[in-house]
């Protein structure tokens, strides 16, 4: 990189440059007049697992329900590490497209209607991430997690306390935008939804965001257990 002012050089550097594109990036760009499905969009499945829930993920006994698993990204990082786990999935769009190769073999695919197609207690765990926003009867859905994991469940969904904690600075998580969230979750209430299925719920949050000396959480995550673990401690992943 030089900065030059005519023929002079003022100022010359060779160094790697770390290039980050934004989301919505079309809208730096566009000369079209956007509406409102230009905003409150919708994008594919990550094919990366966040480390926190890889983490998380790790600790749970297998075998592993992954709900609503996307790519199959999760499903395939844990099988490599040698745990049993299943993917369940939307036989539509885009998340067909998005499945990886790898992970194929080890997602199902369904119409999304219930109960779901397990039998009671079948896996150990089940963890969804990001799903219940999305799900109209989202405590039906936490109902059958409760039925076919016989151990534990891991829920994490957007926080939406980053709407007041940010308002200060005039700023919306991005992830907020999404154009399927019909449901909203504050932790109080995502704390009773969880209560009425099982007996340990434990919620901390993920995905720190700091903007002029403010700070905010991207999402909670819920883990939750039918009965005490011991003296096994969460702290790690807090």
Request: net charge negative; charged share 15%.
């Amino acid at each position: 990189m030089t900065v030059a002012c005519g023929n002079e050089s003022l100022f010359s550097v060779t160094a790697d440059f770390q290039m980050s594109v934004p989301h919505y990036r079309h809208l730096l760009t566009t000369t079209d007049i956007g509406h409102r499905e230009h905003v409150y969009g919708v994008g594919p499945p990550p094919v990366t697992v966040l480390p926190e829930i890889l983490d998380l993920a790790l600790s749970l006994p297998a075998p592993v329900l992954d709900l609503g698993c996307g790519s199959g990204a999760l499903v395939n990082t844990l099988r490599v590490r040698g745990r049993e786990a299943v993917g369940l999935e939307l036989r539509t769009n885009p998340f067909l497209a998005s499945i990886l190769p790898e992970a194929k073999p080890h997602v199902m695919l369904y119409d999304g209607s219930l109960p779901l197609p397990f039998a009671n207690g079948q896996f150990q765990s089940a963890i969804a991430v990001e799903v219940l926003e999305h799900i109209a009867d989202y405590e039906a859905i936490v109902g059958e997690l409760a039925r076919v994991a016989a151990n534990q469940v891991v829920l994490t969904v957007p926080d939406i306390s980053a709407i007041p904690m940010g308002f200060h600075q005039g700023v919306i998580p991005w992830h907020l935008l999404e154009a399927t969230h019909i449901n909203f979750f504050t932790q109080p209430a995502l704390e009773a939804l969880l209560h009425r299925h099982f007996t340990h719920v434990d919620i901390f949050r993920i995905g720190p965001t700091v903007v002029n000396g403010a700070k905010w959480f991207c999402s909670m995550i819920a883990v939750c257990r039918k009965s005490p673990i011991g003296n096994k401690s969460l702290a790690s992943h807090r």
